[in-house]
């Protein structure tokens, strides 16, 4: 059973910068789909960033894409999110996931039920 498990999230003010980690235990799994995701009070869950693990294919929401980078470190199972020119309404708990697809797929990788294993969150808080 693979477990996730966030950090890096915190207080910043708009414009500062923020990067997430996500480290992966539990069962070796292969190539895969990893993905940050975002739920901020009183809204959906909504995708942020993908990679696929075996290609290094990434995929960015719109409101993200030019700020935030995503990636991966096979070697110590780890995903990360670098959010730079962080905006107030990028202020929400954010999740990393895990897929059993190789391919994340756009547009399909913003669907949260194409993912199995969910992390517990950490909050990332903007202010002006």
């Known amino acids: 059973q693979v477990q996730l498990a966030e950090s890096g999230g915190g207080s910043v003010q708009a414009g500062g910068s923020l990067r997430l980690s996500c480290v992966a235990s539990g069962v070796e799994y292969g190539d895969s789909c990893l993905g940050w995701f975002r739920q901020a009070p009183g809204k959906e869950r909504e995708g942020v960033a993908v990679?696929?693990?075996?290609?290094?294919?990434?995929y960015y929401a719109d409101s993200v894409a030019g700020r935030f980078t995503i990636s991966h470190d096979n070697a110590k199972k780890t995903l990360y999110l670098q959010m730079n020119s962080l905006k107030l309404e990028d202020s929400a708990v954010y999740f990393c996931?895990?897929?059993?697809?190789?391919?994340?797929?756009?547009?399909?990788?913003?669907?949260?039920?194409?993912?199995?294993?969910w992390g517990q969150g950490t909050q990332v808080s903007v202010s002006s």
């Open positions: 990679i696929e693990t075996g290609s290094g294919t990434t």
């Open positions: 996931a895990a897929s059993d697809r190789p391919y994340c797929s756009a547009p399909l990788w913003r669907y949260t039920d194409r993912y199995t294993v």
